[in-house]
Nanobody
Framework: QVKLMEFGGGSVQSGGSLTLSCAAS????????LGWHRQIPGKQRELVAY???????YYSNSAQGRYTISLDSAKNTMSLQMNSLKPEDTAVYYC???????????????WGQGTQVTVSS
């Protein structure tokens, strides 16, 4: 099992920056990717960005060009630098991990508890 601990979040004005970090522990040798999802009130949870353990990133359209995801493999820690934040980025952000992946059955997933990001106009 992989456990996740989130750091960062908080409140910032529009145009500001925040960094979210997520530290993985447990069965980290089986990690496939780490990423962030967010849930805006009244909407479904959506993928923001993820990075594979080979350091290949993926960004959603809303994150592309504003967010940067990075991985410190030695510390099993992933960070998301968020710049040019907008009020519509206000959400609870959840760290997620895919691990112990199998070609036939897929991956196991772990989730963090979530951290609030609030962007005021």
């Amino acid at each position: 099992q992989v456990k996740l601990m989130e750091f960062g979040g908080g409140s910032v004005q529009s145009g500001g920056s925040l960094t979210l970090s997520c530290a993985a522990s447990g069965n980290t040798a089986s990690l496939e990717s780490l990423g962030w999802h967010r849930q805006i009130p009244g909407k479904q949870r959506e993928l923001v960005a993820y990075i594979t353990t080979r350091a290949v990133p993926y960004y959603s359209n809303s994150a592309q060009g504003r967010y940067t995801i990075s991985l410190d493999s030695a510390k099993n820690t992933m960070s998301l630098q968020m710049n040019s934040l907008k009020p519509e980025d206000t959400a609870v952000y959840y760290c997620a991990a895919d691990y112990d992946c199998d070609r036939l059955t897929g991956c196991h997933a772990s989730w963090g508890q979530g951290t609030q990001v609030t962007v005021s106009s």
